[in-house]
C-alpha cells in the first residue's frame, strides 16, 4: 500500500530510497501485476483530463443562436401562421442552408487539427514483476519503474533512482533552451520557508520533456492530471474566452438591423391598417419588410469569406480551429510570442569560434552540415582539423539525415565538424574510440581515447576554464606555443566576450600518446593533463532566418512583437538585438520576471507599452502580460510551443500553437496551430485576416444598400398608397442571388495594394460608421427613387402584374450596379483590379441568366408572380440601375479633386 499522497512539491526533498518506500516500490523487481490494477483504479489513466466534447447537433443549434437568425424565423412563422406557407418554407430553407455551411467548415476545421494530436509518446518501458515490459503510456501508475534512455520522452513525473550523465530538454515545460543535468541526490530549499523552483528540481523528471543524454530510472510520482503538465493543463480552465473582435461587432450590426426591423415593421403595419389595408395584407407587407431588413446572406458570407480564409492558410501550414479567428489576427496589435521554437530554431548551432588567436563566424543554422567557416579578418584560414576532430570525436550523439539522436550542444559541435570538412563516422572509423570518461558536472569536461597509429589520440571538450587549467600548450597565432599567463588571460577573455553575446561557450583540447604506455583499464583521468588548448566555440539556438524579416513587416504593419521566455535575460536581450526587437533605435527595454512580481497590475499596464522582450518568467507571468495589454485595448495574439505557453494562449485574444513541437495541452488552448512552427506564417495569416475584414466591409456595405434600398422602396410605397412593389418572395429571391453568390464573390477579392502599410484598425472600430452610413442610404435612396419611378411609370399603363416584374427586375440590375461601388470605397471601381475577381463577374452573369429564368421562364412566374418583360423594358431597367453607379463614380471624382 502507498503510504503516503506526498503533494508534488515535496519528491525533490526525498532521497531515492525514502522516495520508494513512501510509494512502496522495489526499485529491483517493481510493481506486481495486481498492485497496478490496484492503482490505475486509485488515480486512473495517465493521461490529462478532456472537455466532455459538445455533441454535434448542439453545434448545429448553436448556428442558429443569433439575432438575425432569430428576425428570419420569426418573420417565417408569422408567414405561416397566416397562411403563406410558401414563403414562410422558402425563409426556413433560406436559414438552414445559412447554419448547416457554418456548421459544416467549424466541423471540418476540428477534423483537420485532430490529425496533429500525436504529441504524447504511447509506449513506455516499465519494471513490474522482476520483468522488464513495453506497456501503453495510459497505465502507467505512481510507483512504476521506467527505464530511460537518450530521444525518449518522459511519460509521466517522477524521482531519479539512478542516473547516468543524464541530460533532460525541458524547453517544453520551462522555455529553457539548453538541456538540464540530472541527478540523484535530494534536492533542498535554501531556506526552510521557500520552495524549490520547478527548473532547479534536477533529481526530478517531468511528463512531456525529453531525455537527450545518458540513460536513466526513475520512479513514477504523478501521473495524468497530477503531473506539472496537468497542473498547467488545468489552469486553462480558470482562463476566460472571450468573443473575438468580429464577433462582437457582427453582433452589433445584428442588433441594430433588428431593432431597424421590428420598429419598421410596427411602423407599416400600423399605417396600412390606418389607411384600411386588409389585415392579411398588411402582415404580408409587415414580413416583406422584415425579410428586407434582414441580410440573410450575412451569415452565410461571413462563414464563407472567413472559410476561404481558412482554407489558404491550411495551404500556407496553418490550421485554424475557430473561423473568426482568422479576422482575429487581421486586427492584431501586439503578438507575444516566446522564444524558443517560435522565433528561434530550438537547434543548438555553433555561431562562433576562436582559434589560433583569430575569431571566425560560422554560417548556417541546426543540425545540417550547410553553412561554412569565416574568419573576421582578410588572412589565408588556417587548417581547423586539430579543431574540429574532437568536436566530431569527443561525442555520444549522432545526426542522421539533419536530425539530432542524442545532445542538442553535441549535435551543434558535430555539424560544426560537417562544416569544417570533417566528417565524424569517417573519423572515427579512422580512429576508433578505446576509452573514455564521460561528462559529469563534478569535472565538467568529457574526454575519448582513440587509436591513431603507434599512438593514442586524447580529445578533451569542456568547461573553458576547467581546460585551461589542465593545458599547458595552446594552438597560438604561429602554431602550437606555451601557454604562459598571457595567453592564458587572452582566451578568458574572448571567453568572456562570448559569454556576454550570450553564447553557450565549450572548449576544446588534444594530446597525443604513446600507445605502449596506454591502459585502457587504467586511471585515465591521470593522462588529461599537458593537454594543447585548441579553441573556443560559441553555441546558440539561433533565430529563424525569416523571423527578423517577419518582425520588420509587422512593425510596417503597425504590430508590436514582444518575446516572452524562460531564458535568462543576458540570451534574451542578445537574441532580441539580433532579431531587431531591441537596439539602435529602438526603445524596446527589457523585464525580467522578478521585475514582473515588483509591479502591480496598473503599474506593467502603465510601462508595458516599452517594453519588447520578457525574460525569466513563469507561466503566471505570461497570464499577465497578455491581461495587462488587454487592458490597455489591445488584441492580443500569443505563439507559443510548450506547456508553459498554454495559459496565456487561452486568454490571449487568438491563441498560436506550434504544430510540430508544440505540446497537446497547447494545441488544445490555442486558436490556430502552425503546422510548419514558422513564425514568418503569422505575418501571412495577418495579411489574411486584413483582407478577410475589408471584404466583409465590402459585403456589408453592399448587402445593407441593398436592404435599405428595399426598406425605402416598400415603405414609401405604402406611404404614398401605392401596391407593394415586391412580394416577401421576391425581396428574399433579390437578397440569395444577389447578396449570394455576387456577395460572396467579394469575399474572395484579392488583397488590396498596400494592405499591410497600414496600422491595425482600432479594436472598437464600428463596420457602420457615420459617414458609411450616409453614403449606403445615398445608395438605397438612389435605388428606392428609381425603383419607384419605373414601377409607378409602369402601374400608369394599368398592369399591376407588369409593373411589379419590372420594379423588381430593375432593384435587381442596381446591385449588379452597387457591386461595383462596394469594391472601392473611396477610388474609382474601374481601377487595375476591376476585372482581377474572375469568381465575380461569373456570379454576376449567372444571375442575370436566374433573373431573366424568373421573370421568362412559366413555373417560376408563378414562384414569383412575375409576367414576360419586353425588350424596352430590360433596357429601361438597364439604364435606371446603371444610375447609382454613375452618381457614385460623379461623387468620388468631385471628392478626389476637392482633396
Known amino acids: 500500500m502507498i503510504k503516503n499522497e506526498l503533494p508534488a512539491a515535496s519528491w525533490h526533498r526525498l532521497t531515492a530510497p525514502e522516495a520508494c518506500a513512501e510509494l512502496d516500490a522495489d526499485p529491483a523487481r517493481g510493481l506486481t501485476g495486481a498492485e497496478t490494477e490496484r492503482r490505475l483504479e486509485l488515480h486512473g489513466p495517465n493521461r490529462l483530463a478532456e472537455k466532455p466534447k459538445r455533441p454535434a447537433w448542439l453545434k448545429f443549434v448553436d448556428q442558429f443562436r443569433n439575432v438575425l437568425t432569430g428576425v428570419l424565423v420569426g418573420a417565417a412563422l408569422l408567414a405561416g401562421v397566416i397562411g403563406e406557407l410558401k414563403d414562410a418554407v422558402v425563409i426556413l430553407i433560406v436559414v438552414v442552408f445559412n447554419s448547416a455551411l457554418g456548421f459544416h467548415q467549424e466541423y471540418r476545421a476540428e477534423k483537420t487539427l485532430a490529425a496533429l494530436k500525436d504529441m504524447l509518446a504511447r509506449r513506455a518501458r516499465v519494471k513490474r514483476d522482476g520483468r522488464v515490459v513495453e506497456v501503453d503510456v495510459d497505465e502507467l501508475v505512481p510507483g512504476d519503474l521506467v527505464l530511460l534512455e537518450a530521444g525518449d520522452r518522459i511519460p509521466a513525473d517522477g524521482r531519479f533512482l539512478a542516473a547516468h550523465n543524464v541530460e533532460v530538454d525541458e524547453a517544453a515545460l520551462t522555455g529553457e533552451s539548453l538541456a538540464v543535468g540530472k541527478h540523484t541526490e535530494p534536492v533542498l530549499p535554501e531556506a526552510p520557508a ?41 489552469m486553462l480552465d480558470a482562463a476566460e474566452e472571450g468573443e473575438t473582435p468580429l464577433q462582437k461587432e457582427l453582433d452589433r450590426v445584428g442588433k441594430r438591423l433588428a431593432a431597424i426591423a421590428v420598429g419598421v415593421i410596427a411602423i407599416i403595419l400600423a399605417v396600412g391598417i390606418a389607411y384600411g389595408q386588409d389585415l392579411v395584407k398588411a402582415i404580408l407587407n409587415a414580413v416583406a419588410l422584415a425579410v428586407a431588413a434582414i441580410p440573410e446572406g450575412l451569415p452565410a458570407v461571413v462563414t464563407v469569406t472567413l472559410a476561404v480564409g481558412m482554407y489558404r492558410m491550411a495551404q500556407q501550414r496553418a490550421i485554424v480551429k475557430k473561423l473568426a479567428a482568422v479576422e482575429t489576427l487581421g486586427s492584431t496589435t501586439v503578438i507575444c510570442s516566446d522564444k524558443t521554437g517560435t522565433l528561434t530554431l530550438n537547434q543548438m548551432t555553433a555561431r562562433a569560434l576562436y582559434f589560433r588567436g583569430r575569431r571566425f563566424q560560422v554560417s548556417g543554422e541546426g543540425y545540417e552540415a550547410v553553412g561554412k567557416i569565416s574568419a573576421e579578418d582578410a588572412a589565408v584560414p588556417p587548417d581547423f582539423a586539430p579543431l574540429l576532430l574532437p568536436m566530431a570525436l569527443c561525442s555520444e550523439s549522432r545526426v542522421s ?17 560537417a562544416k569544417g570538412g570533417v566528417e565524424p563516422e569517417t573519423a572515427l572509423h579512422h580512429r576508433p574510440r578505446i576509452a573514455e570518461i564521460p561528462f559529469d558536472s563534478a569535472h565538467k569536461f568529457m574526454a575519448t581515447f582513440h587509436h591513431e597509429g603507434e599512438r593514442v589520440l586524447l580529445l578533451v571538450k ?12 595552446w594552438a597560438g597565432p604561429a602554431g602550437e606555443a606555451a601557454l604562459d599567463a598571457t595567453a592564458r588571460e587572452a582566451l578568458l577573455a574572448e571567453n568572456e566576450r562570448l559569454a556576454a553575446r550570450a553564447f553557450r561557450v565549450l572548449a576544446v583540447a588534444s594530446r597525443s600518446l604513446p600507445a605502449r604506455d ?3 583499464g587504467g586511471d585515465l583521468f591521470a593522462w588529461v593533463t599537458e593537454l594543447e588548448f585548441q579553441g573556443l566555440a560559441g553555441i546558440q539556438d539561433p533565430p529563424r532566418p525569416e523571423a527578423k524579416e517577419a518582425i520588420a513587416l509587422c512593425r510596417q504593419a503597425g504590430i508590436q512583437v514582444k518575446m516572452i521566455t524562460g531564458d535568462h535575460k543576458i540570451t534574451a536581450t542578445a537574441i532580441a ?12 527595454e527589457v523585464m525580467s520576471g522578478a521585475e514582473l512580481d515588483a509591479v502591480s497590475a496598473h503599474e506593467l499596464a502603465a510601462t508595458i507599452e516599452r517594453v519588447a522582450v520578457f525574460a525569466r518568467v513563469a507561466p503566471e507571468h505570461k497570464v499577465k502580460i497578455v491581461a495587462a495589454l488587454k487592458e490597455l485595448g489591445h488584441v492580443v495574439a500569443m505563439t507559443g510551443d510548450g506547456v508553459n505557453d498554454a495559459p496565456a494562449l ?19 488552448a490555442a486558436a490556430m496551430v502552425l503546422a510548419d512552427d514558422n513564425f514568418a506564417t503569422i505575418v501571412r495569416a495577418v495579411r489574411e485576416g486584413r483582407t478577410i475584414f475589408e471584404n466583409i466591409i465590402k459585403f456589408v456595405r453592399f448587402q445593407l444598400a441593398t436592404n ?12 404614398m398608397g401605392l401596391p407593394a412593389p415586391f412580394t416577401a418572395i421576391q425581396i428574399l429571391w433579390i437578397n440569395i442571388i444577389m447578396d449570394g453568390p455576387p456577395a460572396m464573390s467579394l469575399g474572395v477579392d484579392p488583397p488590396r495594394i498596400g494592405v499591410m502599410d497600414a496600422a491595425p484598425r482600432a479594436p472598437g472600430e464600428a463596420i457602420l460608421s457615420s459617414p458609411r452610413i450616409g453614403r449606403l442610404a445615398q445608395y438605397g435612396l438612389t435605388m428606392a427613387v428609381g425603383t419607384l419611378g419605373v414601377f409607378w411609370w409602369a402601374l400608369q399603363a394599368g398592369d399591376e402584374a407588369r409593373a411589379m416584374t419590372l420594379a423588381f427586375t430593375t432593384f435587381v440590375l442596381f446591385q449588379f450596379f452597387n457591386v461595383m461601388n462596394a469594391r472601392n470605397e473611396t477610388g474609382s471601381a474601374f481601377n487595375r483590379q476591376f476585372f482581377s475577381n474572375g469568381k465575380l463577374w461569373l456570379a454576376l452573369i449567372v444571375v442575370l441568366v436566374l433573373q431573366a429564368v424568373a421573370v421568362h421562364w412559366g413555373p417560376a412566374q408563378d414562384i414569383f408572380h412575375t409576367v414576360d418583360l419586353s425588350l424596352n423594358d430590360w433596357v429601361l431597367a438597364w439604364l435606371i440601375a446603371a444610375s447609382v453607379l454613375v452618381l457614385e463614380e460623379a461623387r468620388k471624382l468631385v471628392a478626389s479633386r476637392r482633396g
Open 401 to 417: 539525415a539533419g536530425k539530432l539522436i542524442g545532445d542538442p550542444t553535441e549535435g551543434a559541435l558535430l555539424a560544426l565538424a
Open 462 to 473: 569542456g568547461a573553458p576554464d576547467v581546460l585551461l587549467t589542465h593545458s599547458s600548450r
Open 194 to 234: 521557500t520552495e524549490v523552483a520547478l527548473a532547479e528540481r534536477v533529481n526530478m523528471g517531468f511528463m512531456n520533456t525529453t531525455v537527450t543524454r545518458g540513460r536513466a530510472e526513475m520512479l513514477v510520482t504523478n501521473t495524468g492530471m497530477a503531473t506539472e503538465m496537468g497542473r498547467l493543463a488545468a
Open 708 to 719: 435599405i434600398g428595399a426598406i425605402l422602396t416598400v415603405s414609401t410605397a405604402t406611404f
Open 577 to 588: 538585438r539580433e532579431l531587431g526587437l531591441t537596439g539602435e533605435g529602438l526603445n524596446g
Open 518 to 520: 596506454f591502459d585502457p
Open 650 to 668: 487561452k486568454t490571449a485574444d487568438i491563441g498560436i500553437a506550434m504544430g510540430i513541437t508544440g505540446t497537446e495541452v497547447t494545441r488544445e
